[in-house]
């Protein structure tokens, strides 16, 4: 069965200081992988997302994610923080072999940024 | 293209009292789905429809009632509303059901049931 962990529930940084949001899967097949972004009030927007071509997979607003197949992780980076980019980020694995797709969501992260 | 749009965006129901979430896609997408969200918890999928017709359960479905009549529409109804259905609800639609898919969100539906 595929799961999601998202490591950390809160993570904050400051402005211009770098972005690490972390993310770890357990897939049977090979995955897609996505991040998707939740501001306040709002519904879900894809940041990025990896389907087996390219393992560096760069998305929108500067953020970019890794696939690390040994290490079965996803994290997402980001330079330099915005302060529009405090939000909460989730990392969603997708079943992709077998065909139909179903997405198991990990439960979010909080991304703070102060000034 | 509106993309994908939910009404209404918040809803207060008393116990027992029933309910129509609405949900509808411009982008002539097959696959629909219906989350709910709450805290600490993520995205659990409720429905879903890969076609005009076709739904079927996803994570936790009880309490819950789709059909699919059209390609653009994909109700959610609540049947008998419960405290433990306060949460937002969120639709998502696709091209395909086929892995890989990038999923739209609608704007999402808060439900607070007293």
């Known amino acids: 069965a595929q799961s999601v962990t998202q490591l950390d529930s809160h993570v904050s940084v400051s402005e211009g200081t770098p972005v690490l949001l972390r993310c770890n899967y357990s897939?049977?097949?090979?995955?897609?992988l996505f991040w998707y972004v939740q501001h306040p009030n709002k519904g879900l927007q894809l940041l990025l997302k990896y389907t087996s071509a390219a393992t560096l997979v760069k998305g929108i607003n500067g953020f970019e994610a890794e696939f690390k197949k040994s290490e079965t992780s996803f994290h997402l980076t980001k330079p330099s923080a915005h302060m529009s980019d405090a939000a909460e980020y989730f990392c969603?694995?997708?079943?992709?072999?077998?065909?139909?797709?179903?997405?198991?969501f990990g439960t979010g992260t909080r991304l703070l940024v102060s000034p | 293209n509106a993309g994908v749009t939910q009404t209404p965006k918040f809803q207060v129901l008393k116990t027992g009292q029933s309910m129509t979430l609405q949900c509808a896609q411009d982008?002539?997408?097959?696959?629909m789905s219906w989350y709910r969200q709450d805290p600490g918890m993520g995205l659990r999928l409720i429905h879903y429809s890969v076609g005009a017709g076709i739904t079927d359960q996803g994570e936790v479905p009880n309490g819950y009632n789709v059909s699919r009549s059209t390609t653009e529409d994909f109700p959610l109804r609540l049947l008998s509303a419960a405290p433990s259905q306060t949460s937002v609800y969120f639709c998502?639609?696709?091209?395909?059901?086929?892995?890989?898919?990038?999923?739209?969100f609608g704007p999402g539906t808060r439900l607070l049931v007293l």
């Open positions: 998502a639609s696709s091209p395909t059901n086929i892995g890989g898919e990038t999923q739209y």
């Open positions: 982008m002539n997408h097959e696959y």
């Open positions: 969603v694995v997708s079943d992709r072999d077998t065909g139909f797709q179903k997405l198991v």
């Open positions: 897939s049977s097949y090979s995955p897609s």
